[in-house]
DNA sequence: GCAATCGTCAACCAGATGGTTGAATAAGCT
DNA sequence: AGCTTATTCAACCATCTGGTTGACGATTGC
């Protein structure tokens, strides 16, 4: 029914999202461990992850009783495809991505818990 | 208070949205002539439009009575250098590009009023 | 067995979203 | 001036979204 952007799009349009797959970057994480840093509920978090896991934009693994959630980047890659469709974007730039992390962690979450 | 890139990735996360973004590559053109193809309402298009431009997607100048409406593809690169920092994306490849808008055409516009 | 931990489910709430219709504003045409 | 075209505004509606809280099933460890 819904085109497969639609999802994606649509999930990586929160803040907390965007965050939540920031943190994937660096390592898989449980759920619990996704949501310590963020202020609101853990039920919430585990309704973002269900979002993100709808878009194919990570993958959960049930180990015992905790949850493992792994980054799927290949689902951006429609995405991508679709955007640079409208511009001559430069390619691939990493020092400009590792700016954008840093101003999300500085801006993005609450004031409190704001990880070092 | 909220992230530009909540802005951009949600105007982007509808396919009439995503449809009217694509039509706007081809020329500038009124907001009368975006909504023709649509079977929406032309205020439902109106609306669009503003999404679009609040999320610097797309201008909007009125000459006469006429609103012109044209592609702002700048506003796509930085939603293009978040997603680029989460996998090596091939680069630039406008085939895949033109084989989206075609599916979009083919899928994405209610089943009345399909442009040949 | 029993308590603690991990995570989801269910019900609920406030606010945003996408759509409609009809009236209103603005600019051109004759 | 008066009709027509272009676009938005206003009110309304149904549905989605992101959040909460409390109960619940499942797994682990003592």
């Known amino acids: 029914m819904t085109h497969p952007l639609d999802t994606t799009f649509a999930a990586l349009a929160d803040p907390t999202r965007r965050m939540i797959l920031s943190m994937l970057l660096e390592d898989d994480m449980a759920v619990t461990d996704v949501a310590a840093p963020f202020s609101t509920s853990l039920a919430a978090i585990s309704k973002h992850l269900q979002v993100l896991a709808d878009a194919g934009l990570i993958s ?24 640079q469709g409208f511009g001559q974007f430069e390619p691939v730039d990493l020092d400009a991505f590792e700016r954008f992390l840093a101003s999300d962690l500085a801006n993005d979450l609450d004031d409190t818990d704001v990880p070092a």
Chains 1, 2 share one sequence.
């Not at 015992?64 to 951006?76: F, N, Q, S, T």
């Open 60 to 83: 959960q693994e049930k180990r015992g009783r905790v949850k493992w959630c792994k980054l799927e980047p290949d689902a951006l890659r429609a995405a991508s495809v679709w955007m």
